[in-house]
């Protein structure tokens, strides 16, 4: 069984959103304005990779969100967290 996690080989197409911050992405601590109608998986790629992650877990609303179940495009009102991917016995 192969595990489905994010990984951020992709160009970066991020683009800095509005600074109200309702539709966000939080990676390291820090918010990043994300603009509704951009791709999903490039914007979430982006941020991981800006922030030196390479495996990382993806979290909507609070919830783990899999590669294969992300939407299109980001929504209006996202609240998105990048965190780092850890495997147990793994240095």
């Not at 877990?57 to 990048?82: C, F, H, Q, W």
Request: aromatic content about 8%; proline content about 5%; overall charge negative.
């Amino acid at each position: 069984m192969t595990e489905e996690i994010w990984s951020g080989n992709e160009d970066r197409i991020f683009n800095e959103g509005p600074s109200d911050l309702n539709t966000y992405i939080r990676v390291n601590g820090s918010d990043i304005a994300l603009n509704p109608g951009d791709s999903f998986a490039s914007a979430v790629k982006s941020v991981a990779r800006d922030s030196g992650l390479g495996k990382f877990r993806v979290y909507l609303n609070g919830s783990e969100l899999k590669p294969g179940d992300a939407p299109d495009t980001i929504e209006e009102g996202m609240a998105l967290e990048v965190r780092p991917y850890d495997v147990a016995g793994r240095n």
